[in-house]
């Protein structure tokens, strides 16, 4: 007598395979059972890929949060040495729009360093600049918001613009 005919049937004693190695076989390439072939691969290169909004408003986020510290620095630094505020400020944004132009062009954009892309880079912190400091006006004075949360409320709205404009018109790609 064969020992296996005692035993459970095959099929419900055999472990299913895990569910990570059917993801793989479909993220290289392999056939599924319904026919599509490498969708995680595709997902992955076509939605989130290097060139997607997605990734990109995260980079240039976190070009800004370092542009901010790195502003910031700058302005008490020269604080420090006796530098006159009114000149610390300008010179302090300088040092971080300089730095976010390096990192946002290599970085969040991937883009070739042109004296037109300098240009338009210099544009759009300007049009930031007197667009945060309108909104911040008309916060203050029309809706009677706070000065400090004028500001934080003129952020968002100006920092969406920035990416689109950076991304579209600055770095974007020319044919």
Known sequence: MNQRSTSAPDDTSRSP?????????????????DGR???VAKLRTTRFGRNHPAPQLGRFLVV???NTVLSFLVYR???????????AAPVA??????????????????APDTTRARVSYVVVQ????????????FFVRVLG???V??????????TLCMFAANRLWTFGKRT
């Open 149 to 158: 949360w004028a500001y934080l409320a003129a952020i968002p709205p100006v």
């Open 64 to 66: 800004g949060l370092s």
């Open 37 to 39: 072939r490498g969708w």
């Open 93 to 110: 944004f300088a040092a971080g729009a300089l730095n976010g132009y390096v990192f946002n062009r290599r970085w969040t954009f991937a």
């Open 126 to 137: 300007a049009a930031g600049a007197l667009s945060t400091s309108l909104l911040v006006l």
């Open 145 to 147: 918001t706070g000065r």
């Open 77 to 87: 630094l020269l604080l420090a040495i006796g530098a006159w505020y009114v000149l």
């Open 17 to 33: 395979e895990p569910m990570s190695v059917h993801m793989n076989s479909l993220d290289n390439g392999a056939s599924s059972v």
